[in-house]
Each structure stands twice: as C-alpha cells, then as structure tokens.
Nanobody
Framework: QVQLVESGGGLVQAGGSLRLSCAAS????????MAWFRQAPGKERNFVAA????????DYTDSVKGRFTISRDNAENTVYLQMNSLKPEDTAVYYC???????????????????WGQGTRVTVSS
C-alpha cells in the first residue's frame, strides 16, 4: 500500500504560481511512477503530468507544457508540481497518483494508477 497526501492548493490570480506537493508513505517510493491528474467541476479526471521512478522521464499534457514542471525527491518521498502562468482553465481539484514502475499501462490513463491522494483544490481567478 502507498498512502498519498497532497498539499499546496489554494486561490491565485491568473498569471500567478503555485507549488503542489504530494507526500508518500508506505512502500518504497522509488519503485513507483508518479503522476498528477486534475478534475474540473462537472468534468472527468484528466492527466496533467507524470514522472518516472528515477525522475529521468517526464510527460505533460499539451495545455500545461512550458508552464508546469513535475519533479520528485526520492529521499523525501515527495513529488511536486510547480505551476506557473496559471490560467482560469487550470481551476480544478488536483490529484496525485502512483503506479508500480514494473507494471505496464498507459501513463495518461487514470486506470493505470492504483493509489490516489484525496486531492487539493486549485482556483485561478481572472
């Protein structure tokens, strides 16, 4: 089992920045690929960014490329999402997710992830 706890959400004006954190506990953190998803009100949960167990490989949905950066600190069992140049359309609940690195699956699909945090709300005002 892996327990995930997100933090860092809040209210920010358009153009501002936030840094989300996801603290993991339980099994060896560096055995897991990590990702961030988001869910806007009334919409489905969508992929935002992912990072491999080593931190070497990252992936982003097109709408956040150049604005968001995913990173991880395996010594601290934490994954981060630095969000810059925020837009109102970034408003959503952001979820951290984990999947065992040796298990295959679509990085962009929520079905590939076995462990989820409770979410942290991000609101971007115009």
């Amino acid at each position: 089992q892996v327990q995930l706890v997100e933090s860092g959400g809040g209210l920010v004006q358009a153009g501002g920045s936030l840094r989300l954190s996801c603290a993991a506990s339980g099994r060896a953190f560096n055995n897991y690929n990590m990702a961030w998803f988001r869910q806007a009100p009334g919409k489905e949960r969508n992929f935002v960014a992912a990072i491999s167990w080593s931190g070497i490989t990252t992936d982003y949905t097109d709408s956040v490329k150049g604005r968001f950066t995913i990173s991880r600190d395996n010594a601290e069992n934490t994954v981060y999402l630095q969000m810059n140049s925020l837009k109102p359309e970034d408003t959503a609940v952001y979820y951290c997710a984990a999947r065992y690195a040796l298990v295959g699956g679509n990085t962009w699909s929520s079905n590939s992830y076995a462990y989820w945090g409770q979410g942290t709300r991000v609101t971007v005002s115009s």
